[in-house]
């Protein structure tokens, strides 16, 4: 790795430090600012089980950032990191628990207008949609548990020493489960923008497994994180440990499970798939904000108990730190951006161009789109997807859609299956029909992913998409994930 790359990846470093320096106190706030536990002991529990959490259960928040703003060149994924990073270390020099998903989410939303992407509304919308559900989950949970724990400790008359020790070991493993959950869920913003373009490759461990180039940066930002809760977390603590309301040991353990079961919810691909085996719906794997949901749950026991207590000029605080941390992220990531461009030269966005080939107005008749008003636009090729959907929408009104598959087959990433990038499948989580399927293209060239994916399709049912309905719905996510690997691994130019 160059040392150009290294310089990019620092800004994930320096964001992956800045939240464990903000979200450690989520985890550990309230057991540190109720002298339960150690600042000393409750960092360390953080650090090592937060790396566990991003590099085992990281990957399904951080696909569903990528489909909001596939920031497709490091020096634009070094900015939308730095812009997060910097506006979270702003906030917490004052010491607000901000929401670091807040921030990637402005820094990318700040990349998206620059480069002239579309932004994914049913994405963003989806991710918008925890920011209010998050919170209340938290506090539903904090009051159920809070109710339980009261009740049973009303009823089991145990000693006040043994509760106290009971107590403290409760918070001990809440807020391991909470440092897992951190990690799992909010890797995606660590480093979730350098998936697309990673500087890593896939690579077998002694044969028996498969360490991803994902993986590979979540345990870099796992271990930035590590950092920053050990050097910069303890004043945040303090805040959401005794600054919003004053909390019990009970309640500070009701907190941190309450906290820890809304993220896990939002990360968990085991969970997710469970679901869909039974035909239940499933929850939408996105990165949530780890200090809302602890917010929220300290207001569920507030609420419960009368809302006396709680500081309103510190809620007001955290509120406005909300508010104002995307909103500088986004400004930050566009200005940055210009002067990455303008000034020191460095490719901050792989322009992406659409055409309406006929082999496109092919497959959008096939898909059921209407193309017959697309006529003049035939054959014409647009630099960004901005353009594009400017052009669409001079011409006919497209419902949600039919411009998305508009966008998705006229969008042009050209591939060519190269005989000396095929040994690097031999590394892969794909079965050996699949790896023979890709074999059986070799030296052919496609100008869009849906052409390459329904080639492989032909040449192996192992490719083939199942339908749409709950149950299958993990089968056709494993399946993206295994053409993307494909494309990552035969695009031109990569």
């Known amino acids: 790795m160059d040392i150009a790359v290294l310089l990019f990846l620092s800004s994930a470093l320096f964001l992956g430090w800045a939240l464990g320096g903000n ?34 259960s ?30 979270v270390y702003v906030m917490t020099k004052f010491g607000l628990p901000v929401s670091t998903t807040q921030a990637i989410i402005g820094g990318i939303l700040g990349w998206n207008l620059f480069s002239e992407t579309v932004t994914d509304t049913d994405t963003l919308f989806k991710i918008l949609s925890t920011w209010v559900l998050c919170p209340l989950l ?49 890797i995606a913003n660590v480093v979730g923008v350098f998936v697309a373009s990673s500087p890593f490759s896939d690579f077998s461990v002694f044969g028996l497994a ?6 590979q940066l979540f345990l870099i930002g796992g271990l930035a994180i590590a950092v920053g809760v050990l050097t910069y977390s303890k004043r945040v603590m303090l805040t959401v440990g005794s600054g919003l309301m004053p909390l019990s040991p009970v309640a500070a353990w009701v907190v941190v499970v309450a906290h820890s079961l809304v993220l896990i919810l939002f990360a968990s691909e085991g969970l997710e798939r469970m679901l869909a085996a039974n035909g239940l719906p499933t929850i939408p794997l996105v990165p949530v904000s780890s200090s809302q949901a602890v917010v929220g749950a300290v207001l569920g026991i507030a609420i419960l108990k009368g809302g006396r207590g709680i500081r309103w000029n ?39 161009p659409y055409v309406l080939s006929e082999p496109v107005l092919e497959r959008l008749e096939r898909a059921g789109v209407k193309t017959d008003r697309l006529g003049e636009l ?39 299956i190269d005989p000396a990038r095929l040994p690097d499948l031999e590394t892969s989580r794909l079965s ?15 100008l869009h ?43 031109v130019g990569e």
């Open 23 to 56: 979200d450690a106190a989520n985890v550990f706030g309230t057991a540190v600012g109720t002298q339960m536990i150690r600042f000393t002991t409750a960092a360390v529990i953080c650090s090592v089980f937060v790396v566990l959490g991003a590099v085992i």
């Open 58 to 87: 990281g990957a399904g928040p951080a696909e569903t950032l990528g489909r909001l703003g596939a920031v497709n060149a490091l020096a634009g994924s070094f900015m939308a990191a730095f812009s997060a990073a910097l506006a």
């Open 138 to 186: 938290a506090a539903g949970f904090a009051m159920v548990l809070f109710k339980m724990v009261t009740a049973y400790l009303r009823t089991s008359r145990l000693h006040l020493l043994r509760t106290d020790a009971y107590t403290r070991l409760g918070l001990i493993l809440a807020g391991a489960f909470g440092a897992y959950s951190l990690g799992a869920n909010n």
């Open 210 to 215: 498969t360490f991803t180039a994902a993986q």
């Open 314 to 352: 510190v809620l007001g605080g955290i509120g406005m730190g909300w508010v104002l941390t995307p909103l500088l992220a986004g400004l930050v990531c566009f200005i940055g951006l210009f002067f990455l461009q303008n000034v020191f030269g460095q490719t901050v966005y792989r322009p992406v």
């Open 378 to 416: 035939r054959g014409q090729a647009f630099s960004s997807a901005r353009r594009f959907r400017q052009a669409l929408g001079e011409r006919m009104a497209l419902t949600g859609d039919d411009e998305a598959k508009l966008m998705a087959y006229a969008e042009v990433d050209p591939m060519a």
């Open 432 to 446: 050996a029909g699949q790896v023979q399927a890709v074999r059986g293209l070799t030296g052919r060239t496609f």
């Open 449 to 491: 992913t849906w052409m390459l994916a329904e080639a492989l399709a032909r040449e192996s049912g192992e490719w083939r998409p199942r339908e749409k309905t709950t149950e299958n719905k993990a089968h056709n996510k494993r399946l993206r994930k295994n053409l993307d690997f494909v494309f990552r691994t035969f695009r």
